[in-house]
């Protein structure tokens, strides 16, 4: 099953950051507006469902639900699961985590997931890297840069 993980340093501690995972950062974290939009965000915590279609390449929906969390002062995290998921996608879970890092924290964004066949996998693979990527500079404007 491909998995990706990203990491970004960032300043602040694994409680105050996850704190602040709210509709707000939600929308600000979101590629353009013309190629995905929100329907619905109930939060992030067990049980809230996030709802977004896709407008480009191809019309399609994206519906996961929250499903566990952990929150103490080293390491936080939140996980959801798809239960919509676009073409070719079989497969979606994305486990948000926040590790303390001295006065830094490092956000993780680790992602599996399965689709109908390898050539799928890995167009998603590189589309899934690029989105994910941008995240990284938007999160160190969000939370702030940090020098350990």
Partial sequence: MPRLVL???VRGNPIAIISRFD???FNYLLPSKWIVTVNTFEGSRPGDRVKVEFLFPYKARM????FSE??????CWFTD????????LKYWKHKHRFIADGKCCIISDEI?????FWLQELIYKMAFRIVFS??????KTY????YN
């Fill in 143 to 146: 939370f702030g840069t940090c």
């Fill in 112 to 116: 599996e997931f399965r689709a109908s």
């Fill in 7 to 9: 990491r970004t340093r």
């Fill in 134 to 139: 941008t995240r990284r500079k938007k999160y």
């Fill in 81 to 88: 699961e798809g239960h919509k998921l676009p073409f070719g």
């Fill in 23 to 25: 509709r707000a950062l």
């Fill in 70 to 75: 952990q929150i103490n002062e080293k390491e």
């Fill in 63 to 66: 519906d996961v639900e929250i």
